[in-house]
């Protein structure tokens, strides 16, 4: 032990004798596990940390509907169940407890403005099952549950009570303004509970003669111990099949699947790039390794004949590599503090950068995964970096390093190697530049993407109806038209819509439509339905192919049934003639309602750009009123800058509407950039790896070509007083360094292409092999290469050769 720790101080001494190196070295490794820290903090936080439910995170699953004509990627929210299915599924055996969940909007109201809160029905067992224990108060009582809009009891979020009543402590038991009614306040929730991401606002939830058919709820259960997440879905799935059976009008063609509650929320695409990610994290890793080991190459051989002489005197081979290998080891632990310190504020400014506040349940704070990564992460670059070049500088050459004058001089092998080292990081880059192309290439093809009609000059905002005075379909359809109408009367708004969706953001509501003579009942065709008011293809600008709009009058007359369709699903019922005056029926479980097509509209993008389904390619387009929902957006086209105009749009409609809260207030191009700033984000972390990963290798290339410089003055002076020209012994090291690029290169190409394809299924309208991609990738290296060669070659050809030859 008093060995080891004299070497530790040995090492401490020697790096601290030579400060440069030590702080060149120490900034690379601190860049290289910092960013991996950064980036696994974010993996952890979505896929390995624990969810906040204590020793039964990993029982709380969600259940949600399938159905033969439905695709296999609806969400849960797309797809729930009903409660009288769900009662069943608790007799299945497979759960300690099973809940359910509806989310809502409601609007507060009260001495503040108009407020509106995400929120949700729950069933009063939800919470228990989770083991939520409220702040304040207490769980809803069963006697408590009640159909939605006759609650009378409501639960806060900890956010909430401190947001909007003053973190008041006598909250409890106090009355508060919710959808216009009085609702007493039974609990609130610890600090930070949102479930099931960003909701506030709970009730308790009962549904009384709700049909089998009403599939409006979440379910989310607590497995039984013992019980498999596969022998859950068997049980239940024979319980489907059962009512499939018994109740052939509502379920017929209807199943249930399980999944852990962390995979309904992180889907396939989040989890595929966190797995790039962190692949090219790793690469910005390696490249700091293979920098650091050259540099640990180069300083062997510069205390070749310390070594010699250690060995001489006694110094076994394993004391000299354990020596060598503890000058990385000691520069590993201080980097990688370092580095665990810069992820820590990179992640802070990582989640603040986010434009919508994340789920409760991601977590980004350090925790033992962190640290053991952290950990080990040193561990891997202290072994990476030391390791070889001790094993080569342990095993001096006595009698040659110990002669008077004798030059330390590295052999070919070692050459071979430090040339080797700087190729694996060329071919490092190209991976990640290539990567880094794609995924910015695939931002920009999402932001440019023609959504079928003019996004320019367009302002969109949502707004909640609550409230008894619009219960009825009809005083909703009202409100929304003469809304609409009154918000074309702002100067400098052209033209104005409602509808229940916004294109490139709102997929349109889930429908399942039959053709009259074309289709049987059970062979439906699953689209998207948008409601909407007069003036929506006005004011986005569109240009009907066949027919005519929906009117006013119709689109207010909840008995209006007619329809217009796009262009793909008219191409898909008939093909060779017109879908004007044909009918078209919603297939509901137990009745179908016929629609009749007065007009083909040109295809509109509704889905989120690269979230495209068969289902999200047919649009129907229906009178608000078939749909009558609470929940709205307002589309308004200005004459000019539809910047200017959100401010006074707003408070026209607030003025004319003070009980009526409006939300998402944003012009279309900013909501564009909503929706895609996922793919931005992680096209802007691969733009900064590869940033990172091309200046580590213009340093390595550079420490070699710089060393080699160093090692042939004699041969360079020579060669200029035999009268060679400046330009041929820059040329000759320029070369060099581009030979050891070229097999960079190669070796790269071969991993770009494989990191390539772990892009293919998420990267939009961008093909990953391109070969302008590669090309481009490889053109900028061989720049990077040229200007981290010529600096040191350019000093070479400037070497005095009357003075190298005198001190030679």
Same mark, same amino acid.
């Given at each position: 032990? +008093?060995?080891?720790?004299?070497?530790?101080? %040995?090492?401490? &001494?020697?790096?601290?004798? &030579?400060?440069?190196?030590?702080?060149?070295?120490? !900034?690379?490794?601190?860049?290289?596990?910092? #960013?991996?820290?950064? !980036?696994?903090?974010? !993996?952890?936080?979505?896929? /390995?940390?624990?969810?906040?439910?204590? *020793?039964?995170?990993?029982?709380?699953?969600?259940?949600? +509907?399938?159905?033969?004509?439905?695709?296999?990627?609806?969400?849960?929210? =797309?797809?729930?169940? +009903?409660?009288?299915?769900?009662?069943?599924?608790?007799?299945?055996?497979?759960?300690?407890? $099973?809940?359910? %969940?509806?989310?809502?909007?409601?609007? /507060?109201?009260?001495?503040?403005?108009? *407020?509106?809160?995400?929120?949700?029905? !729950?069933?009063?067992?939800?919470?228990?099952? /989770?083991?939520?224990?409220?702040?304040?108060?207490?769980?809803?009582?069963?006697?408590?549950?009640?159909?939605?809009? $006759?609650?009378?009891?409501?639960? $806060?979020?900890?956010?909430?009570?401190?947001r909007r009543y003053g973190a008041r402590p006598d909250i409890i038991g106090q009355t508060v303004l919710v959808n216009g009614l009085p609702r007493t306040v039974v609990g609130v929730l610890p600090s930070g509970f949102r479930f099931p991401e960003r909701d506030e606002l709970y009730m308790p939830l009962r549904w009384d003669d709700a049909p089998r058919s009403a599939r409006n709820v979440n379910g989310v259960g607590l497995l039984a111990p013992g019980v498999t997440l596969e022998q859950a879905q068997g049980r239940l799935s024979a319980v489907a099949e059962r009512l499939a059976r018994e109740y052939a009008d509502s379920n017929r063609g209807f199943g249930v699947r399980i999944l852990p509650f962390r995979d309904s929320q992180v889907g396939r695409e989040e989890r595929q790039l966190s797995v790039v990610l962190m692949a090219a994290v790793g690469f910005v890793l390696l490249i700091a390794c293979a920098n650091l080991a050259n540099l640990f190459l180069v300083r062997g051989v510069a205390r070749q004949r310390e070594m010699a002489i250690r060995a001489a005197m006694g110094a076994s081979r394993t004391r000299l590599a354990r020596q060598l290998f503890l000058d990385a080891v000691v520069l590993s632990v201080p980097g990688a503090a370092l580095g665990l310190l810069g992820a820590v504020w990179a992640v802070d400014a990582i989640r603040v950068s986010f434009p919508e506040e994340l789920p409760y349940w991601l977590r980004f704070d350090v925790d033992v995964r962190i640290a053991l990564f952290t950990a080990g992460a040193a561990l891997f670059t202290a072994i990476a970096v030391g390791l070889l070049p001790a094993v080569r500088a342990s095993r001096p050459h006595l009698v040659e390093d110990l002669k008077e004058g004798a030059r330390a001089t590295p052999g070919h092998a070692q050459q071979r190697l430090q040339s080797s080292l700087v190729a694996a990081q060329v071919a490092l880059c190209l991976a990640l530049l290539v990567g880094a192309q794609l995924m910015i290439a695939s931002f920009v093809a999402l932001q440019s993407a023609d959504l079928g009609f003019d996004p320019r000059s367009l302002?969109?905002?949502?707004? %909640?109806?609550?409230?008894?005075? %619009? =219960? #009825?379909?009809? #005083?909703?359809?009202?409100?929304?038209? *003469?809304? #609409?109408?009154s918000l074309r009367a702002v100067p400098g708004v052209v033209a104005a819509a409602a509808t229940t969706s916004i294109p490139g953001d709102d997929g349109g509501a889930g429908v399942r439509l039959v053709v009259d003579g074309r289709t049987g009942p059970d062979d439906a065709v699953g689209a998207g339905a948008v409601g909407v008011t007069s003036g929506i293809f006005e004011t986005l600008g569109v240009r009907l192919l066949e027919g005519r709009a929906l009117t006013q009058a119709e689109t207010i007359d909840a008995a209006a049934r007619v329809a217009v369709v796009n262009e793909t699903l008219a191409r898909l019922f008939w093909p060779a003639g017109t879908a004007v005056g044909s009918r078209i029926g919603v297939r509901a479980p137990t009745d179908i309602t016929w629609y009749r097509i007065v007009g083909v509209a040109p295809d509109v993008h509704y889905e989120e750009v690269g979230e495209e389904t068969p289902q999200s390619r047919l649009t129907m387009y229906v009178p608000y009123a078939a749909l009558g929902s609470r929940t709205m957006a307002f589309i308004a086209r200005a004459s000019d800058e539809p910047q200017a105009l959100t401010v006074p749009a707003r408070a026209h409609l607030t003025r004319a509407y003070p009980g009526v809260p409006l939300y998402e207030v944003m012009t279309m191009a900013e909501r564009r950039r909503f929706v895609t700033w996922e793919q931005a984000f992680f096209g802007r972390l691969m733009g900064v790896f590869a940033a990172m990963a091309v200046a580590l290798a213009c340093v390595g290339l550079y420490a070699l070509i710089a060393f080699a410089v160093r090692q042939r003055n004699g041969e360079i002076g020579v060669r200029l007083a035999l009268g060679a020209e400046p330009a041929q012994v820059a040329r000759l090291f320029m070369r060099q360094g581009l030979v050891v690029s070229s097999m960079g290169l190669t070796a790269g190409t071969v991993l770009a292409a494989a990191l390539a394809a772990g892009l293919s299924g998420i990267i939009y309208g961008v093909n990953p092999w391109s070969g302008w991609h590669f090309a481009g990738a490889a053109a900028l290296l061989v720049v990077v290469v040229l200007f981290a060669s010529y600096l040191p070659a350019r000093r070479a050809s400037r070497i005095d050769p009357t003075a190298v030859l005198r001190a030679g």
């Open positions: 032990m +008093s060995a080891l720790l004299q070497d530790i101080r %040995y090492a401490c &001494r020697s790096l601290t004798g &030579r400060p440069g190196f030590a702080a060149a070295a120490l !900034v690379t490794i601190a860049i290289g596990i910092g #960013a991996n820290v950064t !980036v696994f903090s974010i !993996v952890n936080a979505l896929v /390995l940390r624990p969810l906040p439910f204590g *020793e039964r995170s990993d029982r709380v699953v969600t259940l949600y +509907s399938t159905h033969a004509q439905q695709p296999e990627d609806w969400g849960w929210n =797309d797809s729930s169940v +009903s409660l009288l299915d769900l009662q069943d599924f608790r007799d299945a055996g497979a759960f300690d407890a $099973l809940g359910g %969940y509806m989310g809502r909007n409601f609007t /507060l109201t009260g001495d503040e403005a108009a *407020e509106r809160v995400r929120g949700g029905s !729950v069933t009063p067992d939800l919470f228990p099952l /989770l083991g939520i224990q409220p702040l304040f108060g207490r769980h809803f009582r069963a006697d408590e549950a009640a159909p939605p809009g $006759l609650e009378q009891a409501v639960m $806060l979020t900890h956010g909430l009570w401190q302002i969109t905002m949502r707004a %909640y109806l609550a409230g008894d005075q %619009y =219960d #009825a379909i009809d #005083a909703r359809s009202r409100f929304f038209d *003469e809304a #609409a109408s």
